[in-house]
């Protein structure tokens, strides 16, 4: 079982930036290192969303509508996958997810609310 833990989240106006963190606390680094992680968001009313991934090699992805905004990084060391997010507009607005998949079994954290308003 991984536990994820996001943080991050908060208050910014258009064009601000922040950036979130998925931790694995209780992960041994043997089991964090090799987890593709990702990002998604869900905004009220709307369906949740894709908004980007790391593999093990780092190899990233991103949601077109994110694409030049937003970076997806890891440090195996800390067990934590950031997700920088810049020029950031009020369709960011919701909870963003952080989500992996273990052997077949798909564990999400509790999330963490971003608003970006006027």
């Known amino acids: 079982q991984v536990q994820l833990v996001e943080s991050g989240g908060g208050l910014v106006q258009p064009g601000g930036s922040l950036r979130l963190s998925c931790k694995a606390p209780r992960a041994i680094t043997s089991v964090f290192n090799p987890l593709t992680i990702a990002w998604y968001r869900q905004a009220p009313g709307k369906q949740r969303e894709l908004v980007a991934s790391?593999?093990?090699?780092?190899?990233?992805n991103y949601a077109d509508s994110v694409k030049g905004r937003f970076a997806i990084s890891r440090d195996n060391s800390r067990k934590t996958v950031y997700l920088q997010m810049n020029s950031l507009t009020p369709e960011d607005t919701a909870t963003y997810y952080c989500?992996?998949?273990?052997?077949?079994?798909?564990?999400w954290g509790p999330g963490t609310q971003v608003t970006v308003y006027s």
């Open positions: 790391i593999t093990s090699g780092r190899t990233t």
């Open positions: 989500n992996t998949n273990q052997y077949g079994s798909e564990y």
